[in-house]
């Protein structure tokens, strides 16, 4: 009996460790099963999932995080040159702006759209040779943040330019006649650029595009021109009413072969100029009523040379390729970063209200449902720029984080909604009138837009972040797809074994470090050390759970949205919480925001363990989902949701005058002249309340005693005065802040004919 087990464990290892039995004998008939169970990979799928590069998102799919990878490189700061034109060229735009009148004239001004073209904002990322200002992404991102706390439609109208478009597109690909040309135009805004991607059938999916070019030899003034017809039909296109260089993406064949023996070329990228004989181009869409150019693009056998391809004619069919790896970085700056500004607008200006604004006796901020709400909006004012902050930083040092960038522009927009959504409720009804003393209603209307635009949340939520990440992301899985689909059998037990002892490395590792709380695993700083215990653990969780998914499910994991779309929140909440972790490693852990990223770590760390059970809880096959759960969450939910004196500390931090932490979680946004309707009343009104404080106590203490007789607060001032109980200095100062209070307080009205021409 123990000869025969010696010899069976002997053939097994064998099998297992001499790779010219095992690749027979295991690896060909695991490649047969697996073909039928993962998925197939499109050529249009295989270049979006090759867009980028693997970052930080590769350490959280491999369960053993590298922390010293995140936490040793360095984010790069502005340059002199960059905060200079922050201090000055950017704060002088915001000061221009009127976000209420942009929005009665369903425009900028002209003297603002000469002001954007004359500073180059619209070359912000063009290099200074082409005549650009050749910004690093992080001051792109900053100069996004501070116009978004301004106006939207400002916002948008500078970062689009400097986003996915022929600048970027000119800059990666485009021919050195092409980047001589345009590069100059565009960056001193001679021109003004807009791409042409999104169709009525075809918006995410934008590979499932209608246009189409075909090859063509056509007269042009006497002579053989070869050239395309170009057929196509776009909407949404932001900036397209006043483009005058329109970027374009088409299907192009070329049936007859007249540019080798290919007919179908693929997708494909040209410029038109705005002149081009039948591009119809001009008329405009209404985003929510958010008065920024966007518009229809439309042309039907619209003929034009080769020489419009972006990178010419050779770089025809590369056009999906371009638009991936340009995709890869660009979700990671613009709309997160305009998010950001309305995050740090929402509570900036929240948590002054509250402070002014008096119920019951009392500043609404003492109401602890007010209170939840500002913790919440601090919460993702610090959470939401550490992203912003850490993912531009990679940005910078030369990474093109695909995941994290789709984790960046999903779950930072989606920050910007809930923010905006509390900053509403807690200013009221001063925040749902219409009107210049209204900062919150224009921004409001235009959430939809963040949310929709460069891939719909639900879409990105529920398909790319965890989609493209565990195909990019992890490991082994992207090696074995590409060598099924190659039939090369040497290739897939080489990342086969490798994927089987990656899953049961992680199978000990979770369970060990769910049975342990994650001690003995890599920490950093002290006072975060249990959020660094507990990220390694749920890590390897996350990382164990993906492969239970696409064991059970196999290629199907990615239809079951609901499992995806939990994955999808697991991933984001590691990767959110490392950047608040790199952010304490970089920039130390003060006293006056410790609260803060403590709530903002427990609540994240909660969310994501809730996401992994829901993962757990609704695996099918109730055997290996049952296994699952025990080796990824053997002892169930360790964590719970923050309590409530923490939130206290928080709403106590933010509402606390004279601590800066209110500032310090606003430092990005712009802030108007004291003068000005909005927030610059409001911040002006708060320092009057602020220094009025101590008097108005001295007035209740006075009643308390019965010094004098409870009534108006203006009462109680002036009988305090009368009584000698405060000074007339004092007394200037109370009625002083009483005035401003009522000032700020009120809501824009008109009259019926002025409310009949509103917009």
């Excluded at 330019?161 to 022929?166: F, I, K, V």
């Excluded at 990615?558 to 990767?575: H, I």
């Excluded at 759960?629 to 500390?649: N, S």
């Excluded at 009643?703 to 005065?721: P, Q, Y």
């Amino acid at each position: 009996m123990e000869l025969l087990a010696l010899t069976a464990g002997t053939a097994l290892a064998g099998v297992l460790f001499i790779k010219q039995l095992r690749v027979p004998l295991l690896a060909a008939p695991a490649m047969k099963i697996a073909k039928g169970v993962l998925p197939s990979i499109g050529d249009t799928e295989r270049i979006a999932l090759e867009a980028g590069t693997v970052w930080w998102d590769g350490e959280i799919f491999s369960g053993k995080p590298k922390w010293k990878r995140l936490l040793s490189f360095d984010v790069q700061g502005l340059t002199k040159e960059e905060k200079a034109f922050l201090d000055g060229p950017t704060e002088e735009l915001c000061a221009m702006l009127d976000d209420h009148k942009i929005f009665q004239d369903r425009d900028l001004s002209a003297a603002t759209w000469k002001y954007l073209k004359d500073k180059k904002f619209f070359g912000m990322i063009i290099p200074k040779e082409h005549g650009g200002l050749g910004f690093s992404a992080i001051a792109h991102s900053a100069i996004v943040t501070k116009i978004a706390s301004r106006s939207l439609a400002a916002a948008v109208t500078v970062m689009v330019p400097n986003s996915l478009g022929p600048g970027e597109l000119l800059l990666r690909y485009g021919t050195d006649a092409q980047k001589k040309h345009y590069l100059p135009r565009l960056a001193k805004g001679q021109d003004i650029p807009c791409f042409a991607l999104t169709e009525p059938h075809a918006g995410s999916d934008a590979a499932s595009g209608t246009s189409f070019g075909v090859v063509v030899k056509k007269k042009v003034n006497g002579k053989d021109v070869l050239g395309m017809e170009l057929t196509f039909n776009k909407r949404y296109i932001t900036l397209a009413p006043v483009a005058t260089v329109v970027g374009l993406a088409f299907r192009l064949t070329d049936p007859n072969r007249l540019l080798g023996d290919k007919e179908d070329l693929g997708i494909t990228c040209a410029l038109l100029p705005r002149d081009t004989k039948g591009l119809e181009i001009g008329e405009q869409h209404d985003p929510m009523g958010v008065p920024f150019k966007n518009g229809p693009v439309r042309g039907k056998k619209v003929f034009v040379p080769l020489d419009v391809i972006i990178g010419g004619p050779a770089m025809a069919g590369e056009g999906w390729k371009m638009l991936m790896e340009a995709l890869a970085a660009g979700r990671g700056i613009s709309l997160p970063s305009l998010s950001v500004g309305a995050a740090e607008l929402s509570l900036r200006a929240a948590a002054a209200y509250a402070g002014v604004r008096e119920q019951f006796g009392m500043p609404v901020g003492k109401f602890e449902g007010v209170r939840e709400r500002l913790a919440r909006m601090a919460v993702n004012a610090h959470l939401m720029n550490a992203v912003r902050v850490v993912t531009c930083g990679a940005i910078d040092a030369g990474e093109h984080p695909a995941v994290a960038s789709g984790i960046s522009k999903a779950y930072l927009t989606e920050g910007m909604r809930v923010s905006i959504n509390d900053a509403m409720d807690v200013i009221a009804g001063a925040a749902i009138c219409r009107g210049p003393r209204n900062m919150f209603a224009r921004a409001y209307n235009g959430i939809p837009i963040g949310i929709t635009v460069e891939g719909s949340n639900i879409l990105t939520r529920s398909l790319i972040v965890f989609g493209q990440g565990a195909m990019r992301s992890h490991p082994y899985l992207q090696d074995e797809v590409n060598a099924i689909g190659r039939g090369d059998v040497k290739a897939f037990d080489k990342a086969f074994f490798g994927h089987v002892r990656h899953f049961l490395g992680n199978a000990v590792r979770a369970f060990v470090l769910g049975l342990t709380r994650g001690y003995g695993t890599f920490t950093a700083h002290s006072s975060v050390a249990h959020h660094y215990r507990h990220l390694n653990r749920l890590s390897a969780s996350f990382a164990l759970l993906t492969d239970f998914g696409l064991l059970i499910l196999g290629g199907s994991l990615k239809r079951k949205e609901y499992l995806s779309g939990r994955y999808a929140d697991a991933l984001a909440g590691l990767y959110m919480a490392s950047t608040l972790l790199k952010q304490v490693h970089d920039k130390g852990y003060p006293a006056s925001t410790r609260p803060i990223t403590e709530l903002a770590l427990q609540q994240t760390l909660y969310d994501i363990e809730q996401a992994l059970l829901g993962v757990v809880r609704n695996l099918p096959n109730p055997p290996l989902a049952l296994l699952a759960r025990l080796l990824a969450l053997p002892l169930g939910a360790r964590l719970t949701k923050p309590k409530d004196k923490l939130i206290d500390k928080v709403a106590d931090a933010v509402m606390q005058p004279t601590s800066g932490v209110r500032e310090q979680l606003s430092t990005e946004i712009y802030i108007p002249d004291a003068k000005e309707e909005g927030l610059g009343k409001l911040e002006a009104t708060y320092a009057k309340v602020t220094a009025a404080e101590p008097v108005r106590r001295k007035i209740g203490a006075a009643v308390k005693e019965r010094k004098i007789k409870k009534g108006s607060a203006t009462a109680m001032t002036d009988a305090a005065l009368m009584a000698n109980v405060i000074t007339a200095k004092e007394h200037k100062l109370v009625l002083d802040a009483l005035a401003a209070q009522d000032d700020i307080v009120q809501v824009d009205y008109y009259t019926p004919a002025a409310y009949g021409k509103l917009r």
